[in-house]
């Protein structure tokens, strides 16, 4: 009889616990060869033929928003000067456009000063890097399209950095850029220098960037600016007046301890950096609430692949079909992460907030963002290339941002 009782009483609270959900979910069918990157990129990088634009479309359980009121007007947010929106194209290069697009603002922030940073220009010797790595570690590196925000400042204090007008990437008439073949090439031929033991690493470097030189043009030594002659070096400390020291790693998972910098152990971090700062997840958001606030922007990355973030009303929230918003905590946040339904798979930047728009005291964070599929709706609009993240979204999904340290000095004062 006990064990009876015991049984309809979990039922009981299962029912009440299902009873409570208000959001609601359907099945969309989406078709192959539409949208932005269908219609606009891979058209220009001609990396799709008719077969590929006939194949089946595919089926996504996503929750359903219609009807719902939804902060998703640009005009509703306090926000920070930040350049117009920029594609990636279809290149794996979030990482460093989001941090990019982040610096710009950050010279605008301190000295006044709007720029245009070439994004391709770090992602060139960012592939050098790798492969060095690749020759060091006798091919037991991660060389991939994938890295994360802070290799920028990484790269950038080795290499320095070039305007956008000095080094585009795009050649031979490109419009967006496409990396396919080129990695392709590189990754083949790394290949090959692992199965023939060629560790020669000054040969090996210069191959790895012909290849580059062929597909996406050489790299600046030197460029004009305002009438005066750079060296990335000198643009980077003299014109740009950018610190790569200065931008910090905030990070909040479970599985490392807090107070202490840590690895975070994604492949994208292929050099295994263990410059994150670990905070508890109360400690993360009071941050970036704090920071948005006195006027400071943040590249932050995390998942975008869940059935709460929608790219037709370009919104992105937890539905409480999936975990209600009260059961939002470290635990369910290290869950997700460690089952890898959380997966650090894009970069993007924070540059406005939105405060208590439902009523809620909740926050809404505009999220510029590189990708295309922030990109399906019409160009001239206001809202081509954002995204709103509610931020029981940015709590749950988002692993970690990159931020300059004055932000968070508070923090930064109780590590040893």
Known sequence: MRQITLIAIFFSLVAGAMAQNKDKAKVEVYEKGKGYYYETILKDVNA????????KPYKR?????????L????SLYKQEWANPVESQGNAGSCWCYSTMSFYETEVFRMHDKKVSISEIFTVYWEYVEKARRFVQERGNSLFDQGSEGNAVARTMKLHGAAPQSAYSGLINGRTFHTHDAMYEEMIGYLN???KSNAWNEEAV??????IMNHHIGTPPTKFVVE??????MTYMNDYLQINPDDFVEILSYKQEPYWQQVEYKVPDNWWHSEDYYNVPLDVYMEAIKKAVR???TLSIGGDVSEAGFIRDTQCALVPDFDIPAEYINEDARQFRFSNETTTDDHGMHLVGYLENFNGDGKDWYLIK?????SRNNDPNAPEFGYYFFHEDYVKLKMMGFTIHKDAVKDILKKFK
């Open 192 to 194: 090959s220098v692992k």
């Open 205 to 210: 470097l210069e191959t790895i960037k012909a």
């Open 369 to 373: 963002d590189s990708g295309s599929g």
């Open 61 to 69: 359980f996503i929750m359903d928003q219609s009807g719902m009121k």
């Open 48 to 55: 799709v033929n008719e077969q590929q634009e006939k194949k």
């Open 71 to 74: 902060p998703n007007k640009v």
């Open 294 to 296: 006195k006027g400071y």
């Open 227 to 232: 009438g005066k002659e750079y060296t990335p």
